[in-house]
């Protein structure tokens, strides 16, 4: 039977696939965003520039920390059973992903609600898990053991419930100002319903995640939490990209639903025909019989005509106009004939 500490490799190079992949959706979004967003404010871009890079170095420290044991120390059992430096630098990177995602987000509760205490305690949550990212690296250099890691998980709990507590209070606090302002209008309703399912998927899945990652560290003794430890620092960083860029839709999705119905409706709908009447009498009005009425229908429909460039319409030599309203002459001469 192999020791504890080898196990625990497998749910830590689980971990690093999950990371990587989300790594790769991280510089797809980054691209779209420099290239959708050229006109954002400077410190919004520099904070995504910030957060690539931060996702960059973290993913290189986890293929690190998997490549240093298992490669370069393959065979010792003592270098395999404890953790390395760079494992260490990974809770702090994560806390610090972590707060500068929610940091943005409680700015933009403050500029949707300004409601200031709010604020406060989604500012405070994420500095109380900033510190238990940082603590739980200075715990992981002091105690490199794996299997001794539940020695300290105290500061792992206030790192990982602070995070889920900061994370929930960001989704609460967006859904609850936003179904407050609905207009009762369906297309401002609409934009309103996406920007929510957007805000409770993306604030819900770093919460959940965080949440399962602390039960199964607390009732677990193998290392099965880091399958969700590691691809966490990823999940905040899209869960911002994916917020930014997702701003493009909120503009156009219903709106040019709706657009489409109304053409859609204008294209089945049917003209009303219009019907020009002349009734005309009799022009002998000294006669006594019964006076005959002549009835002129003239019916027009509207054709649609496709001008390219000043170029005629193809069938314009063919088409004959509808004829129109007979001169009062011609109606005269007519009515006389059908009266007699």
Not at 66 to 72: A, D, G, K, R
Not at 98 to 105: D, K, S, T
């Amino acid at each position: 039977m192999g020791s504890p500490a080898m196990e625990i490799y497998g749910p830590i190079f689980i971990g690093v696939v999950f990371n990587i992949a989300l790594y790769g959706i991280m510089v797809t979004q980054t691209y779209l965003y420099f290239q959708m967003y050229k006109r954002d404010r400077t410190w919004m871009k520099l904070l995504v520039f910030l957060l690539f890079i931060c996702d960059t170095v973290n993913c290189a420290f986890d293929v690190a920390f998997v490549y240093i044991p298992l490669v370069n120390n393959f065979g010792n059992n003592e270098a395999i059973s404890r953790a390395s430096w760079v494992f260490a630098t990974d809770p702090f990177m994560t806390g610090f992903i972590a707060a500068l995602v929610q940091f943005f987000f409680a700015w933009r509760v403050k500029v949707l609600t300004a409601n200031m205490f709010a604020v406060c305690v989604i500012c405070f949550c994420s500095f109380a898990q900033l510190c238990g990212g940082l603590g739980t690296s200075i715990a992981v250099g002091m105690i490199p053991e794996f299997v001794q890691f539940r020695k300290f998980q105290v500061i792992v709990i206030i790192w990982l419930a602070f995070s889920a507590v900061a994370d929930t209070l960001i989704t609460a606090a967006l859904v609850w100002h936003l179904r407050r302002n609905k207009t009762g209008m369906a297309l401002t309703d609409g934009i309103i319903n996406k920007i929510i399912r957007m805000t409770v998927q993306t604030g819900l899945i770093t919460a959940l995640c965080a949440i399962i990652d602390l039960i199964l560290f607390i009732v677990s003794p193998t290392g099965l939490h880091l399958i969700f430890n590691l691809p966490l620092s990823k999940l905040y960083t899209n869960s911002l990209m994916s917020s930014l860029n997702s701003r493009s839709g909120w503009q156009y999705s219903d709106s040019s639903q709706v657009m489409s119905q109304n053409a859609n409706r204008s294209e089945t709908q049917r003209l009303p025909r219009v019907r020009n009447v002349n009734m005309l009498k009799s022009g002998d009005h000294g006669r006594r019989g019964p006076q005959e009425i002549y009835i002129d229908v003239e019916s027009h429909e509207m054709v649609d005509v496709v001008d390219m460039k000043g170029s005629p319409y193809p069938g314009a030599h063919d088409y004959t106009p509808d004829q129109k309203v007979a001169s009062p002459t011609q109606s005269r001469e007519s009515g006389s004939a059908h009266a007699a």
